[in-house]
């Protein structure tokens, strides 16, 4: 059975609707990343489950069980805050057996279970160190080892690594994803980095609004978005997006873009709704865009380099066709430079299209 | 190198500000204080009064008998004795008052601004009238009698407060109490209010009772602001004065619930004992200097 | 759900005790209120609302009549109380004046120039520290020297003296709010210190002044022990008359009830003033 169940879910705080209808499941063991910009509902959601905010209506279940009426401190949840929240009086040691002493948990019982944590998340050697005294990513850890020294049902973890610099924190998501496969607990995490929601979660679930616009794997988010927002929002640099247009007879189906035209008539059936000359917009990640110096392509389209961001292996090329920019993530071509003439190509297999009122049309 | 005129007459006219912003300061501190502690140093080697027949600052210098005579004076230390047992009950009785109403009122609850501010008024009262208003409450035929203790054991249980001592002390320190323990519960409830709401919110998803996140997370964090508040309050604590003043006038019988500055005010003009008035009010202001000095040490501590 | 009923116990409680707290805060004066509406024949009697209300406690503050009958229980009482409370305004008065104004120049020189070093500081503590009636004793002999004994001057001298520590530590506290920066743009511009302080200071902090006056002149007006030393005939405050009352051997209590409830009237109405002026004053320095 599904560790947590979130079903129907809505939070109005006056008039305001932080949390229109969210539902979604997280399965034991599993990292599910609640992932959105900032105001999408997604810190309220996490703090509905924890029983800090009483939902306007919906239901939350930890093992089937109904916990809407149970208040935190019995929902056996952890939660690590943004900021931490460590208490600065007392001692790494103290802050982590805090829940235990709650639980009158006897005294060498708690000392083992207080040390096991500490060296699961590498503080052993401050447990003596009073938590103002405490780094930034000393502070996480020992908010992440207070909450799973009571060995929770469920970890949610609201944005834990926005507050750690940019450097610490290819550190941190790292020794985060190997701590989450070492410990194993059901897992809801809040983040609005794209790219930390894909490096450590199972599944993702991408809110706007107040909704979630889509739920899956991370594959399935990044290779088959469901909305213009989704692909938008995932990817780094973002997907292409052109408007366009699909002109299609019995032969052949094209789209037209102000820039350029591509045939697409070997995916035309794949094209979903109704097709006759809609307003579409056309997505290509950077990444599916080749380039090359010579035509190999019969299909390519001339184009010029109108700059190139050196980001290490790879580069990323802004290329120019007719008036519109597309970027290119590719292998760096030292030989390219500003006005250089290259011929670059969609991958047609990792085509997008959406409707113009944000709906996806094939792969 | 040469510095701009400009400049120079800046600086010249700040430096003047400088000096003139203390100036009226200077003028009234020296006259008000200055000159009498000037006199009170002189005087308390003389053994000049009123009545000595001379100008006081023709009295000759004796030297020390006035400090000589304070050591050995029963009632100046009757007098410390009270004032001490006064501020050692007074002291925590609104500590604890002033902290179990900083946590009944923490948290919302419905008229809670018009509550805080009806629990503001005592401290605002002229300390005189609080005394009036206790003196007319704990009057024979008065409310405490009447509505408290009749009721409660009968026509026997009234109570003559004023003639007799220790009741009449009491009667004084209910009224501080009552004027006092506001404060403590403003200092004490903005401290507590202080505490980031995080805090608690991580302890109760830790599973902690509202009973217990007061004890061990509220609290421990307010100790420093408590000690402020305890020394403040204390100090000025020993300096009372005006309540026992109007409630007692030091009686019943002569000195019975004299406090220190009530002997000292005695001495001074009542008796028109001014040399020896003199001393004592110079000891006072050394011993106290001495322990504020010691009082002021945590609260060095603290401000790092 | 035991839960609920806990809650809903607990809630009770907690109102009934606030109650109790309201009660034991409002009890003295709503007595007090009490008796001043009472005519003689019911100041002995436990009721708390008047049988026969009447004015006359407050009347007899300004009109003395006996209202016993018979002779006067004791010679203040023949006095009507308008001198005392004009005594007690002018005093309080002046004297807060003086204070604010010598304290926040100094406070200002302290604050932006150092000026008077740990010396005013000292001072500054030392005046809290010390009881009131080690001065009596030196004070008196000095006042009679220069004849300021029973004399608004010295009283007022006083009283300024007494409270400038209080305006110094106050309004301090409110000009360290203002970005130094400010002014020394407008001093760098030419502007002579004054006219800084004109412009620019004192509008900004004027929300904490007037609540640093107002709690001084709560102060001045409540003050006791320098006014019962100092004055004789003259400058008797409004406290010092309520003394005088206390002291007698009749037992008026309807109209001791009414002068103290006259002479509280001004700092409560400057209590919540006050409060209102704090709001002010501190949403005055956070819009920069």
């Known amino acids: ?363 | ?304 | 759900m035991s839960d609920v009923v806990t809650k809903g116990a607990m809630k009770t409680i907690r109102y009934l005790l606030i109650i109790l707290v309201s009660v034991w805060t409002l009890a003295p004066v709503a007595w007090m209120v009490s008796l001043s509406f009472k005519g003689p024949t019911e100041w002995y009697s436990a009721n708390i609302i008047p049988i026969q209300p009447t004015v006359d406690n407050y009347i007899s503050l300004f009109v003395p009549t006996n209202p016993i009958g018979g002779s006067y229980f004791f010679t203040s009482i023949t006095e009507p109380i308008t001198k005392p409370l004009i005594n007690s305004l002018i005093a309080a008065g002046l004297g807060t004046i003086f204070a604010v104004l010598i304290g926040f120049l100094a406070a200002y020189g302290v604050s932006r120039y150092r000026a008077g070093g740990t010396f005013v500081i000292f001072f500054t503590l030392l005046t809290r520290m010390l009881p009131g009636a080690t001065f009596v004793a030196p004070l008196m002999v000095f006042y009679a020297s220069i004849g300021f004994v029973d004399t608004y001057a010295g009283l007022i001298m006083l009283y300024a003296a007494v409270t400038l520590t209080y305006a110094i530590w106050l309004m301090k506290g409110f000009i360290d709010e203002i970005p130094p920066e400010w002014e020394e743009a407008a001093l760098l511009e030419g502007a002579s210190p004054w006219t800084v302080l004109r412009k620019i200071t004192i509008p900004l902090t004027k929300g904490g002044l007037v609540a640093s006056a107002l709690f001084i002149f709560i102060l001045n007006w409540s003050e006791f022990l320098f006014a019962l030393v100092i004055s004789v005939t003259q400058v008797t405050t409004l406290p010092v008359q309520i003394s005088k009352y206390v002291s007698a051997v009749g037992r008026m209590y309807g109209t001791m009830a009414s002068l103290g409830l006259v002479a509280t009237i001004p700092s409560l109405v400057l209590g919540y003033l006050i409060q209102r002026h704090l709001v002010t004053g501190f949403t005055f320095g956070r819009v920069r």
């Open chain 1, 1 to 363: 059975m599904p560790k947590l169940v979130v079903k129907n879910l809505r939070k109005l705080f006056g008039t305001f609707e932080a949390v229109k209808d969210v539902g979604f499941q997280v399965e034991e063991k599993e990292t599910l990343c609640l992932l959105g910009p900032s105001g999408c509902g997604k810190t309220t959601t996490l703090r509905i489950i924890a029983g800090l905010e009483v939902p306007t209506s919906g239901e939350i279940l930890v093992d089937g069980v109904l916990v809407n009426d149970v208040p935190p401190q019995k929902r056996q949840i952890g939660l690590v805050f943004q900021d931490y929240a460590i208490f600065p009086h007392l001692s790494v040691f103290e802050n982590i057996a805090y829940g235990l002493r709650v639980r009158k948990m006897p005294e060498a019982q708690l000392r083992t279970k207080v040390h096991d944590t500490a060296s699961l998340i590498g503080v052993d050697n401050i447990l003596d160190v009073p938590g103002k005294k405490l780094g930034l990513s000393e502070m996480q850890r020992v908010a992440i080892g207070r909450s799973i020294a009571l060995d929770p049902k469920l970890l949610l973890l609201d944005e834990p690594l926005s507050n750690i610099d940019a450097k610490a924190r290819e550190k941190m998501r790292a020794e985060l994803g190997k701590l989450q496969k070492e410990i194993g607990i059901a897992t809801v995490y809040v983040t609005h980095d794209q790219l930390e929601a894909m490096t450590l979660a199972d599944r993702i679930a991408v809110m706007r609004d107040g909704l979630i616009e889509q739920i899956g794997t991370t594959s399935q988010i990044y290779d088959s978005p469901r909305t213009l927002f989704v692909a938008n929002f995932i990817g780094s640099p973002s997907m292409n997006l052109i408007d366009c247009e699909l002109v299609q007879n019995e032969e052949r189906a094209i789209l037209k873009s102000r820039d350029f035209a591509l045939d697409i008539t070997e995916l035309a059936e794949r094209v979903r709704g109704e097709s006759k000359a809609r307003e579409l917009i056309l997505g290509i990640r950077p990444e599916d865009v080749s380039v090359d110096v010579r035509k190999t392509d019969p299909e390519a389209m001339q184009s010029e380099v109108q700059l190139v961001e050196p980001i290490g292996a790879r580069s990323i090329y802004h290329l120019k066709i007719g008036r519109l920019t597309v970027l290119a993530k590719v292998y760096a071509m030292p030989e390219l430079e500003v006005g250089s003439k290259v011929w670059i190509s969609f991958n047609k297999e990792k085509l997008h299209l959406f409707d113009k009122k944000t709906q996806e049309a094939i792969l």
């Open chain 2, 1 to 304: 190198m040469k510095r701009a005129p400009r400049l120079t007459q800046w600086i010249r006219k700040t430096e003047t500000f400088k000096k003139l912003s203390t100036l009226p300061l200077n003028f009234v501190l020296n006259f008000v204080l200055i000159v009498p502690f000037a006199i009170m140093i002189f005087l308390s080697f003389t053994t000049w009064e009123p009545l000595s027949g001379y100008d006081w600052w023709h009295a000759p210098v004796a030297g020390v008998p006035r400090f000589i005579e304070a050591f050995g004076d029963a009632r100046l230390l009757w007098a410390f004795i009270r004032t001490t047992v006064f501020v050692a009950v007074v002291l925590p009785l609104e500590f604890l008052l002033g902290l179990g109403m900083a946590l009944l009122f923490l948290g919302d609850f419905r008229g809670k601004r018009a509550f805080t501010s009806v629990l503001m008024y005592p401290m605002m009262m002229p300390w005189v009238v609080v005394g009036l208003g206790f003196y007319l409450m704990f009057q024979y035929y008065g409310p405490v009698n009447l509505l408290l203790l009749k009721p409660m054991f009968g026509e026997g249980g009234m109570v003559d407060w004023f003639t007799n001592a220790v009741l009449a002390f009491g009667a004084v320190m209910i009224a501080d109490i009552w004027q006092w323990t506001p404060l403590m519960f403003l200092i004490i409830y903005a401290g507590l209010a202080a505490v980031p709401r995080r805090l608690i919110e991580a302890a109760q998803v830790l599973g902690a009772s509202s009973a217990r996140i007061v004890a061990t997370v509220h609290l421990p964090l307010i100790k420093p602001l408590l000690v402020v508040a305890l020394i403040i309050r204390g100090l000025e604590a020993f300096k009372v004065f005006d309540i026992v003043y109007i409630m007692t006038r030091g009686g019943p019988g002569v000195n019975s619930t004299e406090v220190i500055s009530l002997y000292v005010y005695n001495l001074s003009i009542v008796y028109h004992n001014t040399s020896y008035a003199c001393a004592v009010s110079l000891l006072i202001m050394v011993a106290t200097a001495l322990v504020t000095r010691l009082a002021i040490r945590p609260l060095e501590v603290k401000v790092e």
